[in-house]
């Protein structure tokens, strides 16, 4: 066990599980390099928390997974526990410092055949890991809008030694390909998954919903493209077709004062609420009562937020943009031009008054479940240990 501020093995997190194999065992060890992975709200950390899950479940006996997070303070027992299952050799959190990061990044991964980089700004340290140990071999795992752009010569070098890029979604790496050229095969589509904790099962059927309108995501001024105002502006001509319809909007941040501000200017305020923040339990209530889940956003890389709606059997309004028409199907939702606002009250209208199949909403979401995802990871894992 490597010692360290946070040293955690399966004596202080629990009893050992068997790993899961789907492969010959080869006692590897793994690093997880994440920007940040409980100390924040959002995708990707709960995408990391996911790949924490599954390395921890494919780890062979006599191997071992390590967590090293650059932006949380601390990692708790009880969060490294319920992701890690008693698996977790060393975790180490750097609350910000990026000197700290390069040095623990570089001690942990002595004696690792494998680091999994969560962030492309953080895959340069994996290289330089790489240039005092060829035999390491590092991954990416490319979100979306982090790699739809120009890279930084530090980032395309290290592109460049990757061994596989994990993209959430073929947009993504068509986008990552066109900026950064590297062989076919190197990027890898592997789609987000489900919590293994989030139960896949009906809400209340939607013929018993109010014509609610749900829309989760962060409110800040910096994340305009989630298109919360578009959503707002739809509202009279949604209302005009569907007089009870209201949208209900969770999250929190700078611009709610703003977006508050155009739904009085659109004459909708009474039919717009903004819920504030919700724990995970009050969350899933909402979903399984509303009779729509939208967010007609412009930078999507994959939308896991739309698989939770799918989870309750809701059907969903995304943009047709990035890689949302990768996840919502004819079956399982509406689409609408970004920031067409005509359009999305017309897919909403739509959409409130269609019988869906709430079975098929339900079938496509386990398309996206955990074991599916940790079985693609472990192969993609073991094709390049081979």
């Known amino acids: 066990m490597i010692p360290g501020p946070w040293s955690l093995g399966p004596s202080s997190l629990g009893p050992l599980v068997p790993a899961q194999r789907l492969v010959p065992a080869q006692r ?6 994440a920007p940040a992975i409980f100390s924040i709200e959002g995708g990707i950390p709960r ?10 479940a494919l780890k062979e006996a006599g191997g071992a997974v390590r967590l090293l997070a650059l932006n949380d303070a601390a990692l708790s027992p009880a969060d ?6 008693g698996e977790i050799e060393a975790a180490v959190a750097c609350n910000r410092h990026k000197i700290k990061l390069v040095r623990e990044a570089l001690r942990l991964s002595r004696g690792c055949d494998d680091i999994v980089c969560g962030h492309v700004f953080m895959l340069p340290v994996a290289w330089l890991a790489r240039r005092m140990n060829p035999k390491l071999r590092y991954y990416l795992v490319a979100h979306g ?6 890279f930084t010569l530090p980032e395309r070098m290290a592109l460049r030694r990757a061994t596989k890029i994990f993209c959430v979604s073929d947009y993504t790496r068509r986008e990552l390909l066109k900026h950064c050229p590297l062989p076919a095969e190197r990027a890898v589509v592997l789609h987000n ?3 293994p904790i989030f139960t896949i099962a009906a809400g209340r059927p939607l013929a018993q919903c109010p014509p609610n309108i749900l829309l989760v995501t962060r409110l800040t001024y910096n994340d305009r493209y989630k298109g919360v105002e578009h959503m707002i502006a739809a509202m009279p001509a949604i209302r005009r077709s569907v007089a009870a319809a209201r949208l209900r ?3 929190r941040g700078d611009d709610v004062a703003r977006l508050r501000g155009l739904a009085e200017k659109h004459a909708v305020a009474g039919a717009v609420d903004f819920v504030g923040y919700l724990s995970d339990a009050e969350l899933a209530a909402e979903m399984r009562t509303c009779r729509l889940f939208a967010l007609p956003s412009k930078k999507e890389g994959f939308g896991l937020v739309f698989l939770e709606a799918m989870a309750q059997g809701r059907p969903c309004l995304g943009a047709r943009a990035g890689g949302v028409p990768e996840v919502i199907t004819p079956e399982t939702g509406v689409l609408a031009d ?6 999305i009250a017309a897919a909403a209208v739509t959409a409130l008054q ?3 199949d709430e079975n098929m909403i339900l079938d496509r979401a386990r398309q996206f479940s955990f074991p599916e995802f940790k079985e693609r990871l472990g192969s993609l894992l073991a094709d390049s240990r081979e």
């Open 28 to 33: 590897t060890r793994t690093l997880l390099l």
């Open 47 to 56: 995408i990391l928390q996911t790949y924490l899950r599954a390395l921890c």
């Open 80 to 85: 490294l526990a319920r992701c890690g299952n």
């Open 145 to 150: 809008i982090d790699v739809w752009r120009r």
């Open 193 to 195: 998954a489900l919590d």
């Open 249 to 251: 909007i969770v999250g």
């Open 338 to 343: 970004y920031g067409d606002v005509p359009g």
């Open 354 to 356: 269609r019988d869906w």
